[in-house]
């Protein structure tokens, strides 16, 4: 197996894992967004020890039309900033979504270093 092959594997493993073991906590609520500190096991803040990312999800709900739900995740673990794990946090971050936001139309940023990205659900 070769190192890119035995990469997907652990990922694959490991978001299995990491899915089932997320945990959130509403850290701040006002009228039009809320902050959530995600808690991934295998993760943490290398300067807090606590939660390894943070959603921000702000609602933009002026008018009927065109109305998205701008999601912010940022993972402060440098671990998932590594390039070679990109699906990991890709599949971190479209639970984080589903959790969070459900189906809602979504503009989503999320910040991990080499593996941020930008992306757009549709309901």
């Known amino acids: 197996m070769n190192d890119q092959n035995k ?3 652990i990922e694959n493993s490991n978001l299995s894992r990491e899915i089932t073991g ?3 906590t509403k850290n701040f609520r006002s009228a039009s967004a809320e902050e959530w500190y995600v808690f991934i096991p295998g993760f943490k803040d290398p300067v807090s020890g606590g939660a390894a990312g943070k959603a921000i999800i702000h609602y933009n709900l002026y008018g009927n039309k065109e109305i998205f739900i701008n999601t912010t995740v940022i993972f402060d673990d440098p671990d998932l900033h ?3 794990i ?3 946090v890709y599949g971190l971050a479209e639970e984080i979504v589903n959790v969070l936001v459900g189906y809602a139309d979504t503009l989503l940023s999320v910040h991990s270093g080499r593996n941020s990205y930008q992306a757009e659900y549709r309901s």
């Open 22 to 24: 997320m945990r959130f």
């Open 7 to 9: 990469i997907v594997s």
């Open 86 to 88: 990109y699906q990991l």
């Open 82 to 84: 590594e390039e070679g």
